[in-house]
């Protein structure tokens, strides 16, 4: 007889760890007197973070295995992206935790963080999810907290907007998701994942094809709200200019990336054993022309409009939305090296965003603009800032010896290697990244050429330092030496059978 | 090539020069400037060493490199060498000659870093990366290697520009950013298709596999690609009308730069469609040879043309080498041994011309704050060594027998009027304009009235001696003694002929 008891509790370590030091720190925060700083709130969420990393690893050896009834799942998928969204998320704390505007944040400092602790398990249920219900659970943990992160700035204006903003178009999207995912379950009569993947070949009516079809296109357009894919995009630009930079790190590359997991998860567990009842092909064949249109649309439009930036967290919303038309290129195309090419994209993606969103709130935090114009000089203000961020940009243009470069080389390779190859969307990639030159190298001739408004060095606390740094190096190591994250992958990612 | 990894200590022995200059106090110039001009030095020793022992008969294999370095996509049970790329270096008679111009020129433009004014540390360290992105480009084996230091030469010469050009520097460094850019996208998605299709970016393996009886690929494609290959390089080489950009840079940046600029970045253009598009694609290349050879004479005669009417002294220098590239092309498009072997000295020879003549462009606008025409004159009189070395200099580029570029130009028209005489006929003009606008401009400057006084105006100094001795040098050894460049050529021609079916 199975009992609580009797599930294997030991997988969901990493998610436990992350849970009780959330639910700790709240209680700490309410019982902790007014006078005490709250960074050590923060570090000892990074503790956690780190615990759960450890812990983790520790997993990473172990079978694929189920609990509680299937509906939460450690798989090779769930593994090596969970190392991307802890990883991501202990970069982001140290963010947080040295983080130190003009207005409207001390009171707040506490819930700052256990927040981001239950953002960050909401994204890391979504990744083991094996069923729809866990999936959106996760999903709401992750969309309700960061709603609140965004506002955090109280009695900042642009952080109330922002915040509204997106509480709205996030529910919009999340509603949409909803009723596609209701279409699955009305067909199949079931919320497991693994069980509809037994039951939807067997469909072959095409009423209910048509019907799947409507699904799918909800549930993605209600998704490709979190990746923030055009035309679902226009809330990106306004929240990540109003959040604190923190958070904006955070949605950039931790709610990026569960948005992808979540997207792949649902794409290849469900509508991959959809078969066209004439043809045989699965669904996902014949929708990958609108993938492909959504990837061309959206890196052009990211590209474009981040020219006439001139809010630096504005442009590197529009950059970021660029970059996740990159990653969906490679969605498009269905390669068999989906996974591989998704996933050190979004490596790279997280380290130069994240080091990039550090540098920018150490240039940005003291002074009351964030105009383009406040890196001018830098490189005589602070030359260690100006070179490392040199080194994330140029990994965000995609310049070799950076670890950008070799996730878009991937990213041609799955474009170009399947048969038919896909030619335009590959040009279109490479026409874009030239667009995005101008820009970033706009943000160079900043730091490097222009004379700064005022010659006072620019002070780091070291835990900063040492996260932009770690970043930088990162970045480069993994751009000379991809093969240590290729081969990590190639050894724990196991080409993820458990999906097929 | 006496010890192992010779060829990657040539290349990243700029890199000690980078390292020593993080250590030196940013006041002390004397020191960065001496460490900068020396850090250079290792690379042009080995270059010579090897060059010599090739000379000596030594065999070229014996510098290859390999070591494992990323392997994309592997499956359990899939071939190893599949998706594979190693990190391969490599030279042929070509390359090492391009080397070792790279290694001179870069020492001799470390001389004429004298001229920069501010941030001497930044400068050098700019400039030694710079250096170790061309030498690699040149040894690279595969293309996604030769790509990275491509790329390599691209964002430095990008912050060279920007921050120690003339008035215009920003305005330059973008168009070479973005024009090189296009380029360099262009190229990406060439390599990467060849990649993807065949598993491979080796360029020997490359062309065994496309050019066997079951190629991988439809010969449509291959024509696409070449001609993606051509774009790709043209705007490196510049074949007009891609040239725009280049000669903003040669107006605006730095004086060292500029003469690594047309000395060596340009030669890039012209050996990757060498090497590549007629090594990778040789049945499509003999397909477009026409076109090529049109694309070709235009190109000197538009650059001919325009060089005659220009008044900035640099602007003449930046569209003649336009037309001098278009002589390569000219050579190329012939097919044969000769054209091809002009083409090749013509690259050799244009690199040293076009450094020595920059070097003195920069003498003069130290001393002068002008280039333009109109304002000088009677530099004969002020600064007679100077004027010397600038008629010298003029000569060797419009080709006068006994120096370099009439080794060159004569073969590559003997090629071209061996195949196709009425577009060769069309194309000499061009040697006659040549003629007509570098002696416009230099007479112009070195003889008649003087148009300023040239009190406190030194002439040149024994520092400055030194590259414009030895790169004259050089230009008087290759046009006297021809073979001193075709003998170590010859190995590489024959294989290209042979890709060529000829």
Redesign the interface.
Known sequence: METLLSFEWGIMAPEFIILIVATGLSLIDLFLPKRVDRKIIGWIGFAGIVLAIISLVGLLDKEVTTILYDTFRLDAFAKVFKLLLLAGAALVIVLAISYEPKEGMQEYRGEFFYLLMAALLGAMVMSSSGDLITLFVGLELLSMSSYILVGLRKTNLQSNESAMKYVINGSIATAITLFGLSYLYGITGTTNLQEMAEFLPLINDNQYLYLLGIAFFMVFVGLSFKIATAPFHMWAPDVYQGAPTPVTAFLGVVSKTAGFIIIIRVLLSIFAYIHNGVTQEPLLVNVQIYLAVIAGITMIVGNVVALRQRNVKRLFAYSSIAHAGYILVALATLS??MF?IVWYYLLAYGLMTIGAFAVIQVVTEKSDSEDISQFAGLYRRSPALAIMMGIFI?SLAG???TAG??GK??I??????VEP?F?VL??IM??T??VS??YY?GVM?QM??RPPATETKIKVAPAMMIVIFICALATVVFGL???IA??FF?QYGD?FKDFM | MNFPYFLSILIFSPLLGVLLLMFVPKKNDKLIKVIGFCATLPALILALVAFFQYRAGADLAALSERVP???????KGMDEQL?AIDYELAVNGFSLIMILLTALVSTLAAVAAIYIKKEWKGFFMLFLLLEIGMLGVFAAENL?LF??FF??T??PT??LI??WGYFEK?RAA?SF??YN??GS??L??VI??L???TGTTNIDLLSTLLNSGDSPMSSSMKLGLLIALLIAFGVKLPIFPLHSWMLRVHVQAPPAIVMIHSGILLKIGAYGIIRFAMGIFPEQFTSLAVLIAILGVINLLYGAFLAFVQTDFKMVLAYSSVSHMGIVLIGLAALNEAGIQGAIFQVVSHGLISALLFFLVGVLYERLDTTEIPKLGGLAKGMPLTAGFLLAAGLASLGLPGMSGFVSEFMAFLGLFGEMPIIAAVGVIGIIMTAVYILRAILGMTYGEAKRDFVGVTDIRPIELFPVVTLLAFIILIGVYPSVLSQPLQATLETIMLGLGG
Not at chain 1, 412 to 417: E, K, L, M
Not at chain 2, 69 to 75: H, V
């Open positions: 068999v090296f591989d140029l310049i070799p010896a470069f070799i080389l991937n041609f390779i799955g474009a170009f290697a190859g030619f590959g040009s490479i026409a990244t030239i030159y101008f190298f001739t490097f050429f030496f991809p093969n290729i081969d190639q080409q | 370095w990323i392997q994309f996509f592997w499956f998706f996604v790509f990275i790329e390599i691209l964002i990008f912050f920007g921050k920003e973008f950013l973005i850019g296009v996208a262009v990406l998605i990467m298709i990649f993807a299709r």
